[in-house]
């Protein structure tokens, strides 16, 4: 019987690309689930768990990303203050569509000790113009 092993990445052997995504129109759920898979690598057939191998990825036109549904007037972002009944509410109507979509990104990442790495490599803007034109990102489309 043949000896089949898996293979594992090396250090080494990750090169990281750098895509383009423009969101204008797209659900924010449905942009998000694209990017946190282009984030971890998992699209790519040598993917390894312990290694971080995705890719850069730059949103542009974060503020034309669209909410489905109510969620713009009863969608509800909560933090805590640290001090007892420091509970605070912002309606998704006040909060900026690129923090939006940072945080959706990040609930979709695996709680691990590589999800602030893999966040490191996400970069979101507002508008049409971004500034890393010379890394020569590729243009993708979200499905």
Do not use: C
């Not at 250090?11 to 990017?35: L, M, N, Q, S, Y």
């Not at 972002?77 to 640290?82: F, L, N, P, R």
Request: hydrophobic residues 40%.
């Amino acid at each position: 019987m043949a000896d089949f092993k898996t293979y594992q990445k090396k250090a080494g052997e990750v090169a990281h690309k750098w895509i383009v995504i423009d969101v204008t129109g797209v659900p924010v759920g449905r942009a998000a689930t694209f990017i946190a898979t282009r984030l971890t690598g998992k699209y790519d057939p040598s993917f390894t768990p312990h290694m971080d191998s995705g890719d850069y990825v730059v949103v542009v036109n974060a503020d034309m990303a669209k909410l489905t549904g109510d969620k713009t007037d009863t969608k509800a972002y909560y933090h805590h203050t640290g001090f007892p009944g420091g509970i605070k509410e912002t309606i998704a109507r006040d909060v900026p569509m690129a923090s939006i979509i940072e945080r959706a990104v990040r609930g979709m990442l695996p709680k691990n000790k590589l999800q602030a790495d893999r966040m490191a490599r996400l970069r979101v803007f507002a508008g049409a113009d971004h500034d890393h034109t010379a890394q020569q990102p590729q243009k993708m489309e979200v499905k």
